[in-house]
T-cell receptor, first 112, second 118 residues
Framework: SQQGEEDPQALSIQEGENATMNCSYKTSINNLQWYRQNSGRGLVHLILIRSNEREKHSGRLRVTLDTSKKSSSLLITASRAADTASYFCATDVIQGAQKLVFGQGTRLTINP | DTEVTQTPKHLVMGMTNKKSLKCEQHMGHRAMYWYKQKAKKPPELMFVYSYEKLSINESVPSRFSPECPNSSLLNLHLHALQPEDSALYLC?????????????????FGDGTRLSIL
């Protein structure tokens, strides 16, 4: 089942610029997570935001969550070539359990 | 380097073959997961093991047979696969499937096995 929609599907920016990706979901959640996937690799967990949190920071990452709109955004500041990857949001679809459903993902390309 | 190790990295098999994918983690995690990922798509959950017991089977065809021999190992046995089963198969683990102690539980992924069915 598809829980998350991500926007845009693809994003290409210059190194040093900020990148913003958005995620919308359909059901109530406990938390929302963002993962990164480099080409040909597995997913790497970036950040988790709980449903009672509105904003969270980790290094160059800033995540916001608006539960009233069922949406989240991931901002990467001062982008680097190494940030080139696909980014997925994931939501827990069973209360109190780690069953995650992933959004469609945003393919981010950072041009040097 | 990932903390979840998957072997083999690549696998090519015919539709009549039997093969197995292996996954190993030594983080003491008690939940392990199999996902299937097609190109340019998100991972889709197949199976979840919690404390070595199958907790979730997402209506996966019986040609895929999971096994969890112990808390560190997860296998996926493959038999009579179809060409549409060609995909990247990802294994993941987390501290627990049920958020008994904490809801702050990221999943740790291996780099996957890229499977091609001829």
């Amino acid at each position: 089942s598809q829980q998350g929609e991500e926007d845009p599907q693809a994003l290409s920016i210059q190194e040093g610029e900020n990148a913003t990706m958005n995620c919308s979901y359909k059901t109530s959640i406990n938390n929302l997570q963002w993962y990164r996937q480099n080409s040909g690799r597995g997913l790497v967990h970036l950040i988790l935001i709980r449903s009672n949190e509105r904003e969270k920071h980790s290094g160059r990452l800033r995540v916001t969550l608006d539960t009233s709109k069922k949406s989240s955004s991931l901002l990467i500041t001062a982008s680097r070539a190494a940030d080139t990857a696909s980014y997925f949001c994931a939501t827990d679809v069973i209360q109190g359990a780690q069953k995650l459903v992933f959004g469609q993902g945003t393919r981010l390309t950072i041009n040097p | 380097d990932t903390e979840v190790t998957q072997t083999p990295k690549h696998l090519v098999m015919g539709m009549t073959n039997k093969k197995s994918l292996k996954c190993e983690q030594h983080m003491g995690h008690r939940a392990m997961y199999w996902y299937k990922q097609k190109a340019k798509k998100p991972p889709e959950l197949m199976f979840v093991y919690s404390y070595e017991k199958l907790s979730i089977n997402e209506s996966v065809p019986s040609r895929f047979s999971p096994e969890c021999p112990n808390s560190s190992l997860l296998n996926l046995h493959l038999h009579a696969l179809q060409p549409e089963d060609s995909a990247l198969y990802l294994c993941a683990s987390s501290q627990d499937f049920w958020n008994r102690k904490s809801s702050n539980q990221p999943q740790h992924f291996g780099d996957g096995t890229r499977l091609s069915i001829l």
